[in-house]
């Protein structure tokens, strides 16, 4: 008989920045919270996309009131990736997006009808090997996503419930797994959908993610975008607890690792306490645990040179790049939805 994996441990403990050690990646940031400054950022990692291009994205439930602004992702597709598709999967838990119908009539009113949208298992499960895993072998993803030659991670960066937060590892490891098999896989024990959590459930989140980008690699970056980040993932939809941390910018990277830490970074040196309530939130789940697998897994770096393209590429740190940042969320005009986000 096999014997079980053992999870690795410390995901409720941040590691500073100086206290890592081994290579560096680029990281990109932008304060500019708008279609041009998505454009701007994604223009410094889409030299390595070529041929039918996914957009990964978290269309979210029905009124979602924090996913990223469509008149974004219209503009960039518009613009730069005419040809480009956003890529979805069916829900694991029974919501909005459950069945493909389901999904079809929630992408209408949130928005997401301006350009194809392909719920890559709609038409079934692929799998694809996961090298040096200790919890998979391979991973169940929608069938569809094998028809792309390059991905685009497109992530609203957040809290999550389980995952503690949601960066690009999130939305590709339980975004691609399909609905029935990967999810259940990532999530659940024979006695419980849910009974995979803290250390194991960032691990297997992780392999998840693996699969994928070892798939399409080197065609593969990654945009991580900071605001209205709500401790409450997308899945939660207008149920989402109401945001209480201000947002902060825009993110790319061609490593996936150094772009969900730099994020991770940049939460924990708000001023004020900005950053606290999703501080707890990553903690009290042991979501940092996704960080330190993604390492061993040798997925990425967790040093990297952060570039402001706002002021001429200077090196910044992250603190540096947070310091102005004012502890108070305050809603943009971009908001459509407003669930129980508190207006202004």
């Not at 497109?154 to 999130?170: A, E, Q, R, Y």
Request: with cysteine; hydrophobic share 35%.
């Amino acid at each position: 008989m096999a014997v079980r994996p053992i999870p690795g441990g410390n995901g409720d403990k941040y590691v500073p920045y100086d206290k890592r050690s081994g290579d560096k990646s680029i990281v990109f940031f932008t304060r500019d919270l708008s279609e041009e400054g998505m454009q701007k950022i994604y223009d410094r990692v889409s030299s390595v996309l070529e041929g039918r291009i996914a957009i990964k994205l978290h269309t979210g439930e029905a009124e979602g009131p924090n996913i990223i602004p469509r008149p974004w992702v219209r503009n960039l597709i518009e613009k730069k990736i005419p040809d480009g598709t956003i890529v979805e999967t069916n829900t694991y838990y029974e919501g909005s997006r459950y069945t493909t119908k389901q999904h079809r009539e929630t992408l209408k009113i949130n928005g997401w009808d301006f350009c194809p949208v392909d719920i890559t298992d709609e038409d079934g499960v692929a799998t694809l090997p996961i090298k040096g895993g200790k919890w998979f072998e391979e991973m169940h993803v929608g069938k569809n996503l094998l028809n792309y030659d390059s991905l685009l991670v497109l992530t609203h960066f957040k809290g999550h419930v389980m995952g503690g937060f949601g960066g690009s590892n999130k939305n590709i490891g339980i975004g691609c797994a399909d609905g029935r098999i990967g999810k259940a896989e990532i999530h659940s024990t024979p006695d419980d959908m849910w009974g995979i959590a803290e250390e194991e459930l960032m691990e297997r989140i992780s392999e998840s993610t693996k699969s994928v980008i070892d798939h399409f690699a080197p065609h593969v970056c990654y945009i991580n975008t900071m605001r209205n980040m709500s401790v409450s993932c997308d899945c939660e939809g207008k149920d989402a607890q109401p945001v209480v941390t201000p947002d902060i910018g825009l993110l790319a990277s061609l490593d996936i690792l150094s772009c969900d830490n730099a994020c991770v970074d940049l939460i924990y040196n708000l001023p004020k306490g900005g950053g606290k309530d999703l501080i707890e939130r990553v903690e009290t789940r042991h979501g940092l645990r996704q960080l330190s697998y993604m390492k061993e897994l040798g997925m990425g770096n967790d040093l990297y040179t952060l570039i402001d393209i706002d002021n001429g590429d200077k090196e910044i740190t992250a603190a540096e790049a947070a310091k102005d940042v004012e502890p108070i969320w305050k809603p943009d005009k971009y908001n459509v939805f407003w669930g129980k986000n508190k207006r202004r």
